[in-house]
């Protein structure tokens, strides 16, 4: 080769140019007709690469350049293109799918990696030096502004980084170790992060253990005897996804021998939500093609709604998967000409419906959509072809559309039918109907009973708002191009009309006309959105029917569109149902970017003359960038800093119950940890996440916030002994749930001896006397109380169940009868003037929402955090909030503008106790218990007068110091300052427990110069 050409490299930029272009340009017009013949035949956005042109491409059209390399060396493998393009062809759809299930596996196993911890621990160390070389800078220039100290500071700190970079690293990982390592048990593994994974965990351990999910077989059925304790529960059906778990954990550990059961559940919800992500893909990808799945499959992998829910092996994933599976079977079937394929799949289709109610009480949901929407595909094609109908009624046979949606909704129905009596039973089914129904009534103040309604206060059942639900699927750019993928989801083989055209501009315009008038401030109700919503697919099927048309498949437009109505109305009376309307939301934002594509690609290579490859590559590289960019990091950073709630404290304190009890102990405290407390402790709780709607509730909200601890200890000997069962067995004798409360107070405060006096005074027979006894005044099992900081925060809502009103709220359950009715049922049943029978009724009628109501019934009392109070030089302590306590007198004060205002309640520690006093005069509407912390300072606990000296607030801030049945047992503080109070109850209550700091601080006198109110010392010491 001669030398020059080594120096002389050209380069054909007309090869690269002819790259861009679609086709050649003597055929380009031949070219775009074929493409046109054959658009209704394949997807335009099936990405096919060219592997033989992109070969050639890269070739030289030299001739002596080709012969130059005419001569291959003989260990040159030659590469047949034509095979990898045949692969490409064959199995690309899979490669498509793979990256948002792949996606989703990544994120969600981020959350076993406690990564948080790695950003305390930087935190914790860095500020760790920089306080050291503040506090050196102090010393050193100690008149320096603080401005240039700060400046200084920061300057030292990054050459200390800088210089000691290796050390520094060293010293977060360690930090970041010991930080994970109370997220984790004695082996290093992680604690389950959240509750109700416990929950499945418990009942899955016991089929691995013994093959069904109860404790033990009771009748022959599963029955689980630590809940409800003492009295235990069979175990409810709906827990497939125990079965799930501990069948798949059979699996892992049979090729993977350390895996544990705990540990196997993370694998299991990453396994499911795959199972999820591809599902979606596989529903998206029959309305929208390759792209439009892919899209949807990457929206589900990282939706915010479904990631929350699957982080933790809870059984939401398996709530999301089962009608996935059902709505995918039923997508299938939309271009199927077979029968018999048809019939096989309606059955899959039941059989996988009747399985889902083995999963979860709400599985209704589903079946109920995929029924309305068959029954609105029939009324459509029927009304289309009413006509041939009426002159020919065997038009219903000979209908292939008609007579295969008939086959299809009365196949899946009897086999629904068939297959949820089989596994649940008949009133599982009824409840497909009757569901929906009561579904509204969810969140009623007041149960049919009269006992409150616990439903009202579940976090995840908190009323969501519009704009809430709308930004926990993506917010409301992403919401609006769903909406898109609704209208868009409307099928026609011949590809859309002119009209079609106009439709969908005028429908963008339509739903854009939404975001745009909530964003002027215009408040539109939530059945306004969902009129909204469906509004323009009834329109365009009120349209086909008007012209006659049968080229249009709506089926999966109306299903996602009633599948993303009802979800955010759900989500509305439930925040926790978003995740419901995340698999919907995904599909049909899939669907509307699938589409999209198609058509802004086509546009590409006719308008700008680029090639399909390139106008593929740009498109999609923008949809991810634009759309997914954001969402995918905030998806990942969740996981990352999932912050779990079991840690070392909890796990502590339950071990210590476990290895210092009998294995009829009961634990008692409020019921959102009741799950884990079964599992770690291994002990039966009074209540717990599925039983939280049992009067229990009330009873022990009762017992936290009474001051009295002898009817804090009859309430707690009552639930031990029996549960609800005493008011049961008197409610049965007099059918009055007023005199049956009446009674039950009353004796719960007496010994066994005079409580049998009392209940003859009430012409109780012996024998009901002894069974009532029996649940009131039993000898009691070894019993724990456990007081813990998250109980500060639901303060408002154990004591509001608590100081349930039963009158108000009979009086409530009556508001619907004839004023005059109502009025003199009150005046016979609560002895009322008429007067106030009638101000009550004219109250009632005033209030407009559920949780107006709840307020009525009952009042939310709760807790304004503690204060700090320093001793004064006159002896008197002043507290940060401006109140003043003088211990000499018990006096709490405060200087307003009208003068000395005080607490309406102040409870004060002392030496053998607490004493509480009540002041008259002026008064603010709170109370205040005051606590010793050291010689010079006192702690003051800000609440509501109702919970002032409170049980709670005694063995919570004052551990237990004064009470006597409750001993203090165990202290457990968290990492993050978490404090758990865990006390063994004391049945014969003789002796009362003392915290000895408090005694040497109280019995250190306080002297006044005067007795008399020293206001010049408080104004200076105020100032």
């Not at 260990?75 to 062809?89: A, H, N, R, T, Y």
């Not at 799918?97 to 959350?111: D, H, M, T």
């Not at 969908?504 to 109700?525: E, Q």
């Amino acid at each position: 080769m001669d030398p020059k050409e080594d120096e002389d490299i050209s380069i054909d930029f007309s090869k690269i140019k002819n790259f861009f272009k679609s086709e050649k340009k003597e055929g380009e017009q031949t070219e775009e007709n074929r493409e046109s013949s054959s658009a209704e035949k394949k997807d335009d956005e099936e990405i096919n690469i060219d592997f033989g042109k992109i070969k050639k491409w890269f070739k030289s059209d030299a001739d002596g350049l080709e012969h130059s390399h005419a001569s291959k060396p003989d260990d040159e493998l030659p590469i047949d293109w034509s095979k990898i393009i045949g692969f490409f062809k064959k199995y690309g759809v899979i490669f498509i799918a793979l990256i948002p299930i792949i996606l989703s596996i990544y994120i969600r196993a981020q959350a076993g990696s406690l990564q948080f911890t790695d950003s305390w621990a930087s935190s914790t160390v860095i500020n760790n030096i920089k306080s050291q070389i503040k506090s050196s800078i102090d010393q050193q220039y100690p008149n320096l502004p603080d401005a240039n100290k700060n400046a200084l500071a920061e300057a030292e700190l990054q050459k200390v980084i800088s210089q000691n970079k290796a050390q520094i690293d060293q010293q977060i990982q360690g930090t970041s170790a010991y930080f994970k390592s109370f997220f984790q048990d004695e082996n290093g593994k992680n604690y389950m992060p959240d509750i109700d994974p416990y929950y499945w965990y418990r009942y899955a351990k016991n089929i691995v253990d013994h093959g069904h999910p109860g404790d033990v077989l009771k009748d022959g059925k599963p029955f689980d005897n630590h809940q409800l304790a003492p009295l235990g529960r069979f175990v409810f059906t709906d827990i497939l996804h125990s079965y799930l778990w501990a069948y798949f954990y059979k699996f892992l550990h049979f090729f993977i021998p350390g895996m544990t059961l705990m540990r196997s559940g993370f694998h299991l919800v990453i396994f499911f939500s795959a199972l999820c992500v591809l599902l979606i893909f596989l529903i998206a990808r029959k309305i929208a093609g390759n792209i439009g799945g892919f899209f949807a499959g990457l929206m589900m992998a990282v939706n915010g709604a479904f990631l929350s829910r699957s982080l933790h092996p809870d059984n939401d994933v398996s709530v999301v998967l089962f009608p996935l599976i059902v709505t995918w079977l039923f997508v299938t079937m939309i271009d199927m000409k077979s029968g018999f394929k048809i019939a096989v799949i309606s059955v899959a289709a039941g059989f996988f419906t009747g399985l889902f109610t083995l999963a979860w009480s709400g599985w209704w949901y589903i079946f109920d959509f995929l029924l309305a929407t068959i029954a609105i595909t029939f009324l459509y094609l029927v009304l289309i072809n009413f006509k041939e109908i009426k002159s020919n009624m065997g038009a219903f046979i000979s209908n292939a559309a008609i007579r295969n949606i008939a086959i299809v909704g009365l196949l899946y129905f009897l086999s629904t039918l068939i297959f949820v009596v089989l596994f649940s039973g008949w009133l599982i089914f009824r409840n497909s109907f009757l569901g929906p129904l009561s579904f509204p009534s969810i969140k009623a103040p007041v149960s049919a009973d009269l006992w409150p309604n616990v439903f009202t206060t579940v976090a995840e059942l908190n009323e969501g708002s519009i704009s809430g639900i709308i930004n926990s699927i993506g917010g409301p750019f992403l919401f609006f191009i769903s909406l898109l993928g609704l209208i868009l989801a409307i099928y026609r083989s011949e590809g859309m009309k002119k009209f079609d055209y106009f439709y969908v501009i005028g429908t963008t315009i339509f739903y854009g006309a939404y975001f745009l008038l909530v964003r002027i401030g215009l408040d539109v109700s939530v059945f306004g959105l969902l009129a909204w919503i469906m509004l323009p697919i009834f329109a365009r099927i009120g349209i086909s029917v008007y012209k006659k048309d049968e080229s249009y498949d709506f089926k999966l437009s109306i299903l996602l569109s009633l599948w993303v109505a009802s979800t955010i109305f759900a989500s509305i009376k439930g925040i926790r149902f978003t995740v419901l309307l995340a698999p919907a939301f995904s599909v049909a934002f899939g669907v509307a970017i699938g589409k999209i594509y198609i058509y802004a690609s086509k546009w590409l290579v006719k308008e700008f003359k680029v090639h399909r490859l390139v106008a593929a590559s740009v498109l999609i590289v923008l949809f991810i960038g634009i759309v997914y960019a954001s969402p995918t990091k905030a998806a990942i950073n969740a996981a990352r800093f999932d912050i779990p709630i079991v840690n070392d404290a909890w796990y502590n304190a339950l071990i210590a119950i476990n290895q210092n009890s009998s294995e009829n102990a009961i634990i008692t405290s409020w019921w959102d940890f009741g799950h884990h407390f079964k599992v770690l402790a291994d002990r039966p709780v009074t209540f717990d996440g599925t039983t939280q709607t049992y009067p229990a509730a009330h009873w022990v909200g009762k017992l936290l916030m009474t001051d009295n601890e002898e009817q804090a200890a009859g309430i707690l000997r009552m639930l031990d002994c029996g549960s609800n069962n005493a008011f049961n067995t008197l409610y049965k004798t007099n059918n009055n749930t007023q005199l049956s409360l009446k009674i039950l107070n009353e004796i719960i405060l007496l010994d066994k001896k005079e409580a049998e006096k009392r209940l003859k005074s009430f012409r109780f027979n012996e024998m009901q006397i002894e069974k009532i006894l029996s649940f009131t005044h039993c000898q009691p099992p070894e019993a724990y109380f456990i007081a813990s900081e998250d109980m500060i925060g639901k303060s408002g809502v154990w004591s509001h169940f608590g100081s349930w009103n039963f009158e108000r709220a009979e009086i409530w359950q009556n508001r619907g009868l004839p004023q005059e009715q109502a009025v003199e049922k009150m005046m016979t049943k609560f002895n009322y003037t008429r007067e106030r029978a009638e101000n009550i009724y004219f109250e009632m009628q005033s209030i407009a929402s559920d949780s107006e109501a709840n307020a009525w019934v009952a009042p939310w009392p709760g807790y304004g955090g503690t204060i700090s109070c320093g001793k004064n030089n006159g002896g008197v302590y002043a507290c940060s909030n401006g109140f003043f306590i003088n211990m000499s007198n018990h006096d709490v004060y405060a200087f307003g503008q009208q003068g000395i205002v005080r607490p309406g309640l102040a409870a004060f520690s002392t030496e053998d106790g607490l004493l509480k006093k009540s002041f008259n005069g002026t008064t603010v509407e709170l109370g205040i218990t005051i606590i010793p912390k050291n010689e010079n300072e006192f702690e003051a606990v800000m609440s509501s007068k109702e919970l002032t000296g409170s049980m709670f607030t005694r063995m919570f801030y004052m551990q237990g110091h004064g009470l006597k049945y409750f001993k203090l047992f165990n202290h457990q503080r968290g990492l993050t300052g978490t404090d758990i109070y865990t006390y063994k109850i004391d049945w014969e209550g003789k002796n009362k427990a003392i915290v000895g700091d408090y005694v040497k601080l109280l019995k250190t006198p306080v002297k006044l110069e005067t007795e008399d109110l020293n206001l010049a010392q408080i104004n200076e010491d105020s100032s």
